[in-house]
Every structure is written in C-alpha cells, then in structure tokens.
C-alpha cells in the first residue's frame, strides 16, 4: 500500500532535458528525506542526490551538479528530478527513494523504493 513510483524517463539527445517525477502513494512525502539513485547496465547503484527530510537541503553528485535540480510539489505528494543538459553517460534507471528517519542528509538506507524508471541519451 506505501511505495513510490517513477514516471517521465524516455529516450533524449544529448543536451536535451527531462523531467523526472516521484509520486508517493499512502504516505506523506513531506515527511521523508528523499533520493534520487541511477544504475547503468553492468555498472554499481550510484546515488545521484539526497533532499533531507525538513530543510529542504539537498546535495547532488559531482557528476551531476549544475545540471540537476530535485523540487518537491508537497500538494501533490510529489518530488520531481530536473535533468537539464543530459549526456550519454546519464543513461541508466532511474530510482527515487524516500526514508522517515531524522538522519543525514542522504541516510545510509531508504524504507521506500520505486521501480525505476528508463532514461536512455542518444543520438
């Protein structure tokens, strides 16, 4: 009854832009720190940025500083990841996660998982 769902990846060209969304479901997103993750085929679940719970801090990958951007729409129980410049290194499938504890910024482990969602840069 509690899980997340990712929608918006797709197919992109190089420098074009996607708009990522988390969409919570029987609970209150506003309450949960939130991550979003990616992983390529063959490749480790690398974390991409971490909003925290109350302050709206948030931290991003090196890789993707600059050209990301998360958001929260609380009336909508949603949280959004801006991908703005995209590369082909980008693709992967993408994860957002959320956790109720009062921890770091981007915690250790998540309580939530979506399924991920597919975005693929190419031209």
């Known amino acids: 009854q509690q899980h997340l769902v990712e929608s918006g990846g797709g197919l992109v060209q190089p420098g074009g832009s996607l708009r990522l969304s988390c969409a919570a479901s029987?609970?209150?997103?506003?309450?949960?720190?939130v991550g979003w993750f990616r992983q390529a085929p063959g490749k480790e679940r690398e974390g991409v940025s971490c909003?925290?719970?109350?302050?709206?801090?948030?931290h991003y990958a090196a890789s993707v500083r600059g050209r990301f951007a998360v958001s929260r729409d609380n009336a909508k129980n949603m949280v959004y990841l801006q991908m703005n410049n995209l590369k082909p290194e980008d693709t992967a499938t993408y994860y957002c996660?959320?956790?109720?504890?009062?921890?770091?910024?981007?915690?250790?482990?998540?309580?939530?998982w979506g399924q991920g969602t597919q975005v693929t840069v190419a031209s």
């Open positions: 029987g609970f209150t997103l506003q309450n949960y720190g």
């Open positions: 996660a959320a956790e109720s504890g009062w921890g770091a910024v981007c915690p250790a482990e998540y309580e939530f």
């Open positions: 909003m925290s719970r109350a302050d709206g801090v948030t």
